[in-house]
């Protein structure tokens, strides 16, 4: 039976990058070798990490505007430590946005290097808005913020002026709709939602940032030493960047940011539509606020849980439970999420109105 899988992370990639990813672990380029067993000092390895970073500036952009792509280890959680130690002065000030779980995971690293002010936070009500009309200190060393809360189902529309360092974690919405990405000094993402599978984290930096904090930074923890290694200062996850760059290939011959930004908002638009409209759900995040990719909501009534999930489980539908901090249903609907899957959601939906 066809799946449907909404899960939030690691999650859903386009059939094809399965298909051609499984490929190279059996013969990759046609060497009589699997890509899981080549140096990575390989010729051909080499050319996977330099298309798979080509690529990445290419579809946010930032082509030949002083950006570098790093395929780094350790997963979004541990930029939250990298960007303080790479960005914070000695005795320096940031700034963040606390909009969910994972901004607030990165205030916590932050703290540890210097005086981290929180602008605003939208803590009080569980995250379900982004706090907007906040003031943003001038004498910071960068400011922080998270463009989709991946739990809570909310995105940033707008991104704050400042002429600080504008650092966004993206794990859950990069490459999933065409915004200038050079307002960002560094952008990053956790491959597993919307690029790849778990293993790797694109950092995307602006180089000309770095090299002002006078802080020693270990090699591995230090973006300069990674940019001078070529992304390759020990050996790079090997399998993940070469799946990564499977999926951004994909996306581009799909036409690119621009044309999932359409997909991505008549997939979410159909559901939304359907969550407001069907008497029995309703939507957790602020309307304003709503993810095109997360999207959360609720049954009004808790004793049709358990038909509800019968109907969805026997459609094939998989990963709609939401997340333990907010309940309810998340249906994570990233770029490789085809339209027809969330059709068989919206269908559940209407079927159980029908029982009822
Ligand atoms: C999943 C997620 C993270 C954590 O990513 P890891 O790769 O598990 O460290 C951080 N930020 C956001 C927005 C996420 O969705």
């Not at 504008?166 to 956790?190: R, T």
Request: charged share 20%; hydrophobic share 40%.
């Amino acid at each position: 039976m066809k799946k449907h899988n909404f899960s939030a992370g690691p999650s859903i990639l386009p059939q094809e990058v399965f298909e051609k990813a499984s490929q190279a672990v059996l013969n990759f380029n046609n060497s009589g070798l699997s890509i899981l067993e080549i140096s990575h000092r390989s010729k051909d390895f080499i050319a996977v990490m330099e298309e798979a970073q080509a690529l990445a500036l290419e579809l946010l952009g930032l082509t030949g505007k002083g950006y570098q792509a790093l395929f780094l280890q350790g997963g979004a959680s541990l930029e939250f430590l990298r960007i303080p130690y790479n960005l914070m002065k000695e005795n320096g000030k940031a700034a963040y946005l606390d909009t969910g779980t994972w901004a607030s995971g990165a205030i916590k690293q932050a703290k540890a290097f210097g005086e981290t002010v929180v602008v605003a936070s939208s803590k009080d009500d569980n995250y379900n808005f982004i706090p907007k009309g906040y003031e943003i200190p001038t004498d910071i060393d960068y400011f922080h913020c998270t463009s989709n809360n991946t739990i809570f189902g909310t995105q940033m529309k707008e991104f704050p002026k400042t002429d600080a360092p504008l650092v966004c974690d993206m794990s859950s919405d990069i490459f999933s709709k065409d915004i200038d990405y050079s307002q960002f000094s560094i952008i990053y993402a956790g491959a597993q939602k919307n690029m790849g599978p778990a293993g790797t984290t694109l950092v995307v930096i602006k180089e000309e940032i770095l090299g002002k904090t006078g802080r020693n930074i270990p090699a591995m923890l230090d973006y300069s030493q990674h940019i001078a290694k070529e992304s390759m200062y020990n050996t790079p996850p090997v399998f993940a960047v070469y799946t990564s760059m499977l999926t951004l290939q994909w996306l581009k011959n799909l036409g690119g940011v621009e044309a999932i930004e359409k997909m991505n908002e008549t997939k979410a638009n159909l559901l939304y539509k359907e969550i407001d409209r069907n008497p029995l759900f309703k939507g957790v995040a602020k309307a304003e606020d709503r993810s095109l990719m997360n999207v959360t909501f609720t049954l009004n009534n808790e004793e049709h849980q358990p038909i509800f999930d019968e109907l969805w489980k026997a459609a094939g539908i998989s990963g709609l439970n939401g997340h333990r901090s907010v309940g309810g249903y998340r249906a994570s609907i990233y770029n490789a999420m085809p339209l027809e899957s969330v059709q068989v959601l919206v269908d559940a939906m209407k079927e159980l109105e029908n029982k009822i």
